[in-house]
């Protein structure tokens, strides 16, 4: 069983979102401005839409901790919705007849099929769960994750790689670069391309369209041995990749050098394996992204994910009105143009979610001064193996 378990609730334009996570340990320094901090992070970014003026993502803990600490109990967290306001009547939980039906489904939103899979003949009911709003808790709750890594030395960061066609250099970005991509409004390292990657965007919104893009996103500071090759479920990659393409809109995940490494020799593709006295064994290229048999080598995590343009369009797109069967062409009032550089930071929450997990699994724990002597012990074992 999981050892870091979450789950979140809420509607794109209900009251807010509600989140716990369990299995968090004793300890770990957590304050609002932590959380706060990410989810500001989250609603950034060249391309977004009207909705995040809206907004001003700010949570609320219920629950788990104290005096900036963690307790040990679940963690629980709101975060509200302001654009609540404008949807009261339409969002109520109370009895009534709903306004503002959706009867016309978005090619590429899951308008269609889920109304189909529930029996839902008014679309929101759909939609309003498929948003991708829904990721400001996860992200919330991966700031929970981000502060029991750090107590433990790792840190979880990503950057834009490519948005539609303009692409950064692809390079081994330490911590510090990495961070550097924050002043940037599309959150790329190489600032050379940014202006390209913005006026592709401008040139999008004109047209009426969306762009989607890549992320990487990197994991620094990690032990050698969490996950496992002994079962299908415990390959650390495969964790991984469920958790990246759980995101709305995702739809790819590279590890390490992944795609590159199918079209080369296995003796350019693998990470010789080198030796000394007071490191212990270590290696000096890292085109495997960390990962070796579905377990981390202590050499920096690296995944790069894809994501397709966003669905809902200005110039629009043939479809059906589920009610009079007539065809329409697809059309909004209000949509992201691109959400590539706020899907760095759900990555990274997803991931964080993802090594919280194999760090409580590998050292387990009740408190983090625990954790930390059983993950000292071991980083003298492996030293010494
Ligand atoms: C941060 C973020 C913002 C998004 N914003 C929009 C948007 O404004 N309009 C839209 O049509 N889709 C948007 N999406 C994508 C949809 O949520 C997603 O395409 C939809 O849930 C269907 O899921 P699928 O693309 O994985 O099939 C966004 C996704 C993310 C991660
Ligand atoms: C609200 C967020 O993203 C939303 C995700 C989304 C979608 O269809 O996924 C559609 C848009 O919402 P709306 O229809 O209200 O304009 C985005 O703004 C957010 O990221 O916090």
């Known amino acids: 069983m999981e050892k870091w378990r979450y789950v979140t609730a809420g509607e794109s334009h209900g009251p807010g979102l509600v989140g716990i996570v369990e ?9 609002r401005e932590v959380i706060d901090e990410d989810l500001a992070r989250r609603q950034k970014g060249y391309g977004r839409g009207g909705r995040m003026s809206i907004e001003r993502d700010r949570v609320e803990v219920w629950g788990g901790v104290r005096h900036g600490r963690t307790l040990g109990s679940p963690v629980a967290l709101t975060v509200t919705n302001r654009d609540f306001d404008n949807w009261r009547e339409s969002m109520s939980p109370d009895a009534g007849t709903p306004d503002r039906v959706v009867t016309r489904p978005r090619p590429g939103h899951a308008d269609l099929v889920g109304g189909i899979k529930y029996g839902h003949r008014d679309l929101r009911n759909v939609l309003e769960r498929a948003s991708a709003r829904e990721t400001t808790m996860r992200v919330a709750l991966g700031a929970v994750a981000r502060a029991f890594l750090r ?11 490519s948005i539609g066609p303009v692409h950064a250099a692809a390079a081994d970005y330490t911590l510090e670069e990495i961070r550097q991509a924050e002043d940037s409004p599309v959150r790329v390292v190489d600032g050379t ?8 965007i401008d040139e999008a919104k004109e047209a009426g369209d969306t762009l989607g893009g890549t992320f990487e996103v990197v994991a620094f500071g990690l ?5 496992s090759y002994v079962s299908w479920h415990r390959r650390l990659e495969a964790r ?4 990246l393409l759980s995101i709305p809109a995702m739809k790819a995940v590279e590890v390490g050098t992944g795609f590159d490494q199918s079209e080369h020799q296995g ?8 030796w000394e006295r007071d490191q212990g064994f270590s290696r000096r290229t890292n085109r495997a992204g960390g990962l070796e048999g579905g377990i981390s080598t202590g050499m920096p995590l690296k995944v790069r994910v894809g994501m397709k343009p966003l669905s809902t369009l200005t110039s629009p797109l043939g479809s059906f009105d589920i009610e009079s069967k007539e065809p329409f062409l697809a059309t909004v009032e209000r949509s992201d143009v691109t959400a590539v550089p706020a899907a ?3 990555g990274e929450a997803m991931v ?14 009740d408190s983090v001064a625990e954790i930390h002597q059983r993950l000292d012990a071991w980083t003298r074992y492996v030293q010494e193996f």
Request: proline share 5%; no cysteine.
């Open 151 to 161: 107590s433990l030395g790792i840190e979880v960061y990503g950057h834009v790689v």
């Open 344 to 346: 760095v930071v759900i």
């Open 240 to 243: 991984l990749g469920a958790a």
């Open 223 to 227: 032990p050698v041995g969490l996950g």
């Open 267 to 274: 003796s350019s593709v693998h990470d010789a394996i080198w």
């Open 352 to 365: 964080m979610h993802v090594l919280a997990d194999a760090m409580l699994e590998k050292f387990g724990g």
């Open 23 to 31: 299995g968090v340990p004793a300890g770990i320094p957590l304050t």
């Open 193 to 200: 391309v940014a202006q390209a990657m913005m006026r592709a």
